[in-house]
């Protein structure tokens, strides 16, 4: 049973920067892609970045391409995601799901392996 951790939300100001972490624990953690989506009650998980098993490849939502990163260290088994330009719409709690590539973009939340309990990043005006 893989086991996922999220840190790093905050409460910033518009125009700010913020970065997530998400730890795995457990067998074979490393050999799935991992990424995140986050909610905002009342409306559907929207997806935000997945990254790679190897850390190669990276992909990302529209309403966050341009300013944020995902990175990935297999030897501390963690992603990151590096927000940046943050505005009051990204608001949400953020969940770091691992699972296969695809999924991720074609946001088949129910083919996901595991999902962590989220990170709050809320963004001030």
């Known amino acids: 049973q893989v086991q996922l951790k999220e840190s790093g939300g905050a409460l910033v100001q518009a125009g700010g920067s913020l970065r997530l972490s998400c730890a795995a624990t457990?067998?074979?953690?490393?050999?799935?892609?991992m990424g995140w989506f986050r909610q905002v009650p009342g409306e559907e998980r929207d997806f935000v970045a997945v990254i790679s098993r190897s850390g190669g490849t990276a992909d990302y939502g529209d309403s966050v391409k341009g300013r944020f990163i995902s990175t990935r260290d297999n030897t501390e088994n963690t992603i990151y995601l590096q927000m940046n330009s943050l505005v009051p719409e990204d608001t949400a709690l953020y969940y770091c799901?691992?699972?296969?590539?695809?999924?991720?973009?074609?946001?088949?939340?129910?083919?996901?392996?595991?999902w962590g309990k989220g990170t709050l990043v809320v963004v001030s005006s």
């Open positions: 457990g067998p074979r953690s490393s050999s799935y892609s």
């Open positions: 799901v691992a699972g296969p590539y695809y999924a991720f973009l074609q946001k088949k939340l129910d083919v996901m392996n595991y």
